[in-house]
């Protein structure tokens, strides 16, 4: 051990924390080293005198009888933890994070169900519309028919007769499992 | 009551654990608060928050160090901030400069009260950290080793940190008071 490694083991050596090999290395270089002794004994003669100086200073100080009392009075009606005081707060706190948590991963697992699985997503539409009318039984009628029309006119002393045509474009829609037909939802006119 | 018990006792709001934990406990924080924080008013507020925060949190000891470690760890914790909120320590010149009691084995008690006296006003012109590891080493009795432990730090930081205090207390204190006792006024070698 040369005097820079001993010097940076000072301190454990003067508190005697060295390994038993540590400390024989440090015990063959001070003797052998008249600095390293010298630092030693400083060292031992700081932790004297300042310990002395800095007990000597404090040694009459004490907690004055009325902050004693002050102490324990606070700790009476203060020191109750926090989980026996208030117990919805406490449980609120210990269990917030989970739950907000297990919340998200529920959000995120919805969401990627209803985007990658349509089917998924259909079934829902059924159930948010399911008040009566099942999309996926309705059926869309369109009828088209021609209405004849006579009619008569007079020319001079002639009565002449036209015949013509007008079809009609109704749309409606057929709901299965007993429901009743709505009324035609739309129906357009379109003369010949 | 051995610290087993009395943590048990306080665990389960037995009544009177709280008096036997002021009682083993207080007049020894309040002096490290005071050398930490510099002045006696401090000192109790602090100590009476240390007190008040290990009885709400006492459910969570797990009895890895001893009470007194652990009040300790949170009356530093507590220091610090009065020290965030302060910027710099106020400290007493009533207490700095009152009589100090000489040691028995003093030749000279004048000379011991004023070594004193002048030994804590150097520390209260020591910036925080390296107040706190000369307390933690030389009134606390600490190893190194629990220095880091206690303060989160590297046994090398603590290293340096004792080194720089103790060097800056040489500059501090008046020529007539060296920190090596009779051997000598000769400063320390860097490590």
Redesign the interface.
Known sequence: MNCRRF??R???YA?G?LSPGTRAAADQHLARCG?CR??V???Q????????????????????PD??R???T???H??????DREPLVGLWNRFAWPLAGAVCLLLVVGFLLVNHFPGVRTHRTEIARSDGRDISSAISIQISYCAPIYKFRREGNLVVDTLSCETVVANETLWTGGQTPVQPTQEKRIPL | MDEERLITALKAHVPGAAQELVSSYGDRLFRSAFLLCGNEADAEDIVQETFLQAMRSVHRFRGDSTIYTWLHAILLNLTRHYHRDRKRIVCDNELVGREVSPADESPSPLDAGAATSALLKAMCRLSDAHREVLILRYYEDMKIHEIARHLGISTGTVKSRLHYAIGEMQKLLPGELNLFGASGTEEMKPR
């Open positions: 010097q940076n000072l301190y454990e508190e924390t600095i010298q630092a004994r400083q060292e003669q700081l932790a004297q005198s300042l310990s002395e100086r800095l007990r000597q200073g404090t040694k009459t100080l004490a907690l004055r902050v004693r002050r102490i324990l606070v700790l009476e203060k020191s109750v933890p926090l989980m």
